[in-house]
């Protein structure tokens, strides 16, 4: 009976450490973003076209259901469109609420066609569904979000037009220098500073420096 106790402990435990894993590791690649954007942009924009050409090879290849595909392939058309103004989003625009809406459609009905399809005799595998959902499903999304920079965190100072130099999602570092704030970063650093004021409400100190001026 302990054993089965300890075994949920140890469940909890690893699931708070992956958490933290995965936290650090977004607000990391939203630092090297902020400081390649140009790159990430080209990146993205070759690797949209990639993944539509792998659906094309899917479809003539491995007989893949055409409308099915032709709706995954327009999902990405939309998703394209959020890098005209890369690296800056309003999370109020369109163009975003649609992607949003279509990262879950388009999971759905690739999740439903997976339960049900055979392609012939070959029994498909755990790999190849996980391979094409991680390629062709959530890579572009998860990209994208942490690629994409907020445009409602600038500051008041700073002028909120894209024509102009001081762009939506700026921000300043300590050398005066404006920096693109990523949407991951700024969502982490939420979720990090809620953590942090509810251990505080409690009388736990997670880091005593934090948020002060030393």
């Not at 075994?7 to 894993?21: K, M």
């Not at 080209?42 to 090879?57: E, T």
């Amino acid at each position: 009976m302990f054993l089965q106790i300890l075994a949920y402990i140890g469940i909890v435990v690893g699931f708070v450490f992956l958490t933290l894993a995965i936290a650090s590791g977004l607000y990391y690649v939203s630092e090297l973003v902020e400081e390649h954007s140009v790159a990430t942009k080209k990146f993205l924009r070759r690797s949209i076209y990639a993944i539509i050409c792998i659906y094309i090879l899917l479809l003539i290849f491995d007989g893949f259901p055409i409308l099915l595909t032709l709706f995954s392939i327009a999902t990405y058309v939309i998703y394209l469109q959020n890098l005209k103004k890369f690296p800056y989003i309003d999370l109020k625009s369109p163009i975003f609420i649609a992607s949003c809406i279509l990262v879950v459609v388009n999971h759905y009905l690739w999740f439903n066609h997976f339960s049900e399809a055979r392609y012939g005799s070959k029994i498909i595998t755990f790999a190849e569904v996980s391979s094409f959902f991680g390629i062709c499903i959530w890579f572009i999304p998860f990209a994208l979000f942490v690629s994409l920079s907020a445009s409602d965190h600038v500051l008041p100072t700073m002028n909120n037009q894209y024509g102009s130099g001081s762009a939506a999602g700026n921000y300043q570092d300590n050398n005066g220098k404006k920096k693109n704030q990523g949407l991951a970063k700024v969502v982490v650093g939420n979720v990090r500073e809620f953590f942090y004021q509810v251990s505080r409400t409690f009388g736990v100190e997670l880091d005593p420096n934090h948020g002060r001026i030393i």
